[in-house]
């Protein structure tokens, strides 16, 4: 039977940090996979959640299986962070949150759920988007589309575009959109554009289908999930994927929550006995660690104070490095605009590099990047600046 298997190449950022471990260069530099890594390129654990994981340890008595949906108190923080304090949908009993394997264990879960709803159904995505979306949800039989987003000549998205293409989907298809932090780009919308794209929505009959990976990396906790929450009080039914691989720093925990809106509670019901009937079908019980952590963090004053700090911290040194790298480029040179990446926000950012620079930078310099010159700027440090900005400008 195996013997039909062929070999497959390596995923294409997965393989960059294989080759980017292989590398003996001491001065080589990872920007290709999206961790965060503090100044001395590590990823640390935050103190808030190694406080958490004390006090776990203190009082767990038991190893027994999680309920189906998840850690109840890490369900009820998740949708009090995703949705905020009071939010109408909420209070109308109309959204239900259940514990997911990660991100990407989320984003299935709805993918599958979409799939018993409407088989074959429309999802658009941005294009670009994550490149994991694109099996992950493509994988469980819908449909997808893509929707114009990105503009590689101005760096910057090509909003009209992405609207009038908006006004042309059928009703009842979904879209995928980046709550903040767009992966792979860095640029969002700003309110006024999500006000914008609420409206067609609305008009069309449009599901948002909303990744949100990144909350508290471009904004803020609050600013971040500005357009989510908008959607989620004007439109009947919505689907939220939430990360805290990031925001946390629960990378191996896999942890995160899918939050669904439903447009009456009955409905809401229903639809949460066909979530977990898809969970049990592909993972059963979900993990305890990271939710609990999560469940911990955000049920104390202390440790959610600490951890708010500890992420402005993240957020701030990624935009100052923005700023920083923008300044070290225009330093060198002036004959390629670069100011667009401290206009960015959350990780990533293209440079806007062909194909040949890049294999020229990991080559030569062993700086490591997609094909598409996405870097994750988190992957800078203050050290590797001026080595980072002069291979750059040598190879434009």
């Keep these: 039977m195996f013997e039909t298997l062929s070999l497959l190449p390596n995923d294409p950022i997965l393989g960059l940090s294989i080759a980017y471990a292989k590398d003996t260069n001491p001065n080589k530099v990872d920007l290709g996979v999206g961790v965060y890594k503090n100044d001395v390129g590590q990823t640390p654990i935050?103190?808030?959640?190694?406080?958490?994981?004390?006090?776990?340890?203190t009082r767990d008595s038991t190893k027994a299986y999680t309920p189906p949906a998840g850690v109840p108190g890490a369900n009820e923080?998740?949708?009090?962070?995703?949705?905020?304090v009071g939010h109408p949908a909420v209070e109308a009993g109309r959204v239900r949150t259940v514990q997911a394997p990660g991100g990407c264990g989320a984003l299935r879960v709805a993918a599958e759920l979409i799939q018993r709803a409407k088989p074959g159904a429309n999802l658009w995505v941005s294009t670009p988007t994550w490149a994991n979306h694109i099996p992950l949800l493509?994988?469980?039989?819908?449909?997808?589309?893509?929707?114009?987003?990105y503009d590689y000549a101005t760096h910057s998205i090509d909003f009209a575009a992405m609207l009038n293409t908006f006004k042309e989907i059928p009703r009842g298809d979904l879209v995928l959109l980046h709550a903040c932090c767009h992966n792979p780009?860095?640029?969002?919308?700003?309110?006024?554009?999500?006000?914008?794209?609420a409206d067609v929505l609305v008009e069309r009959g449009i599901i948002p289908f909303v990744d949100m990976a990144y909350q508290g990396f471009g904004e803020g906790l609050e600013e971040d999930a500005y357009g989510?929450?908008?959607?989620?009080?004007?439109?009947?039914?919505?689907?939220?994927?939430?990360s805290f691989s990031k925001n946390f720093?629960?990378?191996?925990?896999?942890?995160?929550?899918?939050?669904?809106?439903?447009?009456?509670?009955?409905?809401?019901?229903?639809?949460?006995?066909?979530?977990?009937?898809?969970?049990?079908?592909?993972?059963?019980?979900?993990?305890?660690?990271?939710?609990?952590?999560v469940d911990i963090?955000?049920?104390?004053?202390?440790?959610?104070?600490?951890?708010?700090?500890?992420?402005?911290?993240?957020r701030e040194r990624i935009a100052g490095l923005r700023v920083q790298l923008v300044d070290a480029l225009h330093g060198l040179q002036q004959a390629r605009d670069f100011s667009f990446i401290a206009k960015e926000r959350g990780m990533f950012s293209f440079l806007g590099l062909t194909v040949a620079q890049v294999h020229q930078l990991k080559n030569d310099y062993s700086i490591y990047m997609t094909d598409t010159s996405r870097i994750s700027v988190a992957?800078?440090?203050?050290?590797?600046?001026?080595?980072?900005?002069?291979?750059?400008?040598?190879v434009l």
């Design 379 to 394: 992957g800078l440090t203050v050290e590797k600046m001026d080595y980072v900005s002069r291979a750059i400008v040598a």
């Design 228 to 242: 989510l929450r908008m959607l989620a009080s004007r439109v009947p039914e919505m689907i939220v994927a939430t």
């Design 185 to 197: 780009s860095g640029a969002d919308l700003t309110p006024t554009q999500w006000d914008q794209v």
């Design 77 to 84: 923080v998740a949708t009090q962070l995703v949705f905020g």
């Design 249 to 293: 720093g629960l990378y191996r925990e896999r942890a995160a929550a899918l939050s669904l809106v439903f447009a009456t509670p009955q409905q809401a019901d229903a639809g949460l006995s066909q979530v977990l009937n898809v969970a049990r079908a592909i993972y059963s019980m979900p993990p305890a660690h990271g939710s609990t952590i």
């Design 46 to 57: 935050m103190r808030a959640v190694a406080e958490a994981e004390k006090l776990r340890i």
């Design 138 to 149: 493509g994988s469980a039989g819908l449909t997808l589309r893509e929707y114009p987003y």
């Design 297 to 314: 963090i955000l049920h104390s004053d202390e440790l959610t104070q600490l951890w708010q700090s500890e992420l402005t911290q993240m």
